[in-house]
């Protein structure tokens, strides 16, 4: 049985993710990427589909002697665990200790897990080295107090939790090797290891001031095994690598602490070879505990990675925004008809969704999918989100290819010919095309965003014709979206259902947040989809998005209800919306895609790069207004905008075109030129 959502935490090495449980089992890690196979699945199976177990022994195995049938076991080589024993504990959950308690080291990936029982107490440190040359996951218990017996179990499955590998024993007895097809994984530790139950185990003492590592390493079958490294050596380089990282962050203010967590956890989403930054490390989490709502999200979102690369800008990462760039350059590299909305992480193009029957599924939610059938959606706010980011990449003073405009260009010439269809919208759903209100919204966005970087910075194109497309779109938006009756913008043309994606008119610029249009949108969105203090992005049970209704409340779109809040100079009722939100996050800062109110639980796949982006875009917001409070009362205040930036003046300046009020001020006359505010309430 897997731990709750929020009970995981994260490691990663920029190649790919684990997720530790409080109770020290790693039950999901994919290898050699993020979107290859799992070797630990237990997660959403069994610890029969893969995991790895160090915990405090439990007191019926603790100092007993093995059975003769374990000591056999011991200097065999074959299938793992070969030759059988009695049965043991061991395979069992352990023994919950008196305390657990973890935290990330200051602000680094490493994960420290501090156990506390009867015989004493321990450490358990938890990291992935960055640029080790191998994929690498090492495991160091530390002795604090006491005699502590621990237990260590592992369990390889690769494939999902389907491929039993070939294990055999390493030279001078310093650990196993596990060969499966193309895969390999190498244990080394000091510790005796031998094979029960199809398991590797070990059982040994900590004392103080011991240090006791394990280290397992990945390696194609092919090649020759990874080489040992130093655990301690790679601990402190682990540990200067996040601290410089970090140090690049200078954001400041009452909520840096959690963005600064949340702008870590997105570094760790990334694909370092490539920058493709993936919507989350996990596939098949469910929305809705027990239901069918389960999708892979471990590939790359155009939506999302671009509100990343936003999040990364704003906090002073223009590494980690070139690096998306140039992603973004190669897969939109071709006819622009072909572009899809999401891709995997070096760019590739076919993701087939299937669903793997041996698995059970998180908690009994099935199926268990691996693929996206999405990548063959037509979403049309990609457009806008594409061209918006890349705007906001020169704002903030990036150096574009020769290209880059021309391929803009190319795609506002496609985008011209389709934004009058219906499409799946930014939800995905599947239950046939419509003409959502947000993905037109959004297909402004783009020209919108091509005239003022042709104005902006001098840049050849057909800006009175994309003005006049521009106006169009907003006309026809304006008309078909209103429903007088609701006082609201509606999920679709004609509609009468909300749907939460509608709170991003104004931040985007579409409307200002006076007008009365925003207004109402927001107060409906307020009565209708909001559930225990949360925001729904729609009602599962009224519209037919072609899947059996129930989800939880969604966490990106409860922070977009925050910035319309202060946006409307409700400021104390946005602050005290976004702390509830913050208090969703688990003991480590780690947000799901969504949040149960009546199980009272984190849903959805974890941790999701659009929960903690919008977590990072609305403090910052909300730092903006109270330094714009103070100056208007004379208060000193910090900024909250990193000031790590190519120009002194780029973090600010992103943020004004990023958030929908300062757009406003950035063209104050959200005029016939703007296309902003200009059709009259209907």
């Known amino acids: 049985m897997p731990a709750l959502i929020e009970d995981y935490a994260l490691v990663g090495d920029g190649h790919t993710a684990a997720l530790i449980s409080r109770d020290g089992s790693v039950d999901w890690l994919c290898w050699p990427r993020f979107d290859s196979g799992a070797c630990f699945a237990a997660l959403l199976g069994t610890e029969k589909n893969g995991r790895w177990l160090i915990a405090p022994a439990s007191p019926e195995t603790d100092g007993a002697e093995e059975s003769e049938e374990a000591k056999g076991t011991k200097g065999t080589e074959g299938s793992e665990g070969a030759g059988k024993s009695s049965s043991s504990s061991r395979s069992g959950k352990p023994e919950t200790p008196a305390k657990i308690t973890r935290r990330y080291r200051g602000e680094t990936l490493i994960l420290e897990t501090d156990i506390e029982t009867a015989d004493g107490a321990v450490t358990v440190i938890d990291f992935m080295p960055p640029g080790n040359g191998s994929s690498e996951l090492v495991r160091i218990v530390v002795g604090r107090r006491g005699k502590v017996r621990m237990k260590m179990e592992l369990v390889l499955r690769f494939d999902y939790g389907f491929s039993i590998p070939w294990v055999s024993r390493l030279k001078h007895d310093s650990g196993i090797k596990a060969i499966v097809g193309p895969d390999t994984a190498v244990l080394r530790t000091p510790v005796e290891l031998h094979g029960e139950n199809m398991h590797t185990v070990a059982e040994f003492t900590v004392s103080p001031g011991e240090r006791v590592p394990f280290s397992l390493a990945y390696s194609p079958s092919h090649l020759r095994l990874p080489p040992a490294h130093d655990p301690h050596t790679a601990l402190a380089r682990t540990e200067n690598h996040w601290r410089e990282w970090s140090a690049r962050n200078t954001i400041e203010g009452k909520y840096a602490e959690p963005i600064r967590r949340s702008l870590i956890t997105l570094k760790a989403l990334a694909y370092e070879p490539t920058g493709g930054i993936v919507a989350a ?395 902003a505010a200009t059709s009259p309430v209907p």
């Open 281 to 675: 490390p996990t596939t098949s989490l469910p929305e809705h505990l027990g239901g069918t709502r389960n999708w892979d999200y471990r590939y790359c979102w155009l939506r999302d990675a671009t509100i990343t690369l936003l999040a990364m800008m704003r906090g002073g990462y223009f590494d980690e925004a070139r690096a998306w760039r140039s992603w973004l350059a190669r897969v939109m590299a071709g006819a622009p008809e072909q572009l899809q909305i999401m891709y995997g992480i070096a760019g590739e193009r076919r993701l087939p969704e299937f669903e793997i029957d041996w698995l059970p599924g998180y908690q009994g939610a099935k199926p268990v999918r691996v693929g996206n059938n999405a990548a063959g959606q037509l979403q049309l706010d990609v457009y806008g989100e594409v061209m918006n980011a890349l705007h906001l990449a020169r704002v903030g003073g990036l150096q574009a290819d020769d290209t880059a405009w021309n391929v803009q260009c190319e795609m506002l010439e496609h985008l011209e010919t389709i934004w009058q269809e219906p499409d799946e919208g930014i939800w995905e759903t599947r239950g046939g095309r419509q003409h959502f209100t947000f993905s037109k919204v959004m297909a402004w966005v783009a020209f919108d965003r091509a005239i003022k970087s042709a104005e902006m910075f001098d840049l050849d194109g057909p800006v009175d014709h994309w003005r006049a497309i521009r106006d169009q779109i907003h006309a026809q938006v304006c008309e078909k979206s209103w429903n007088p009756t609701l006082n609201a913008f509606t999920q679709v043309y004609g509609g009468d259902e909300l749907d939460a994606s509608v709170l991003l008119i104004a931040q985007v610029g579409f409307l200002p947040p006076s007008d009365p249009r925003v207004a109402g949108t927001v107060a409906a969105t307020e009565k209708y989809l909001m559930r225990d203090g949360f925001v729904m992005r729609y009602r599962t049970t009224e519209f037919d998005d072609g899947l059996p209704p129930g989800e939880g409340t969604f966490l990106a779109c409860s922070f977009w209800m925050v910035d319309n809040l202060a946006m409307q100079g409700r400021v104390a009722e946005a602050e005290e919306m976004y702390e509830r939100l913050l208090g969703l996050a688990n003991d480590v800062g780690l947000l799901a895609e969504e949040y149960d109110p009546a199980e009272k639980r984190l849903v959805g796949n974890f941790p999701q790069a659009f929960s903690h982006v919008a977590l990072v875009h609305t403090g910052l917001n909300l730092m903006k207004h109270e330094q714009e409070m103070a100056k208007a009362t004379g208060q000193p205040s910090h900024d909250g905008e990193s000031q790590n930036a190519p120009s002194p003046n780029a973090p600010s300046q992103i943020a004004a075109a990023h958030n929908g009020s300062e757009i406003d001020k950035l063209d104050p006359a959200a005029t016939p030129d703007s296309g």
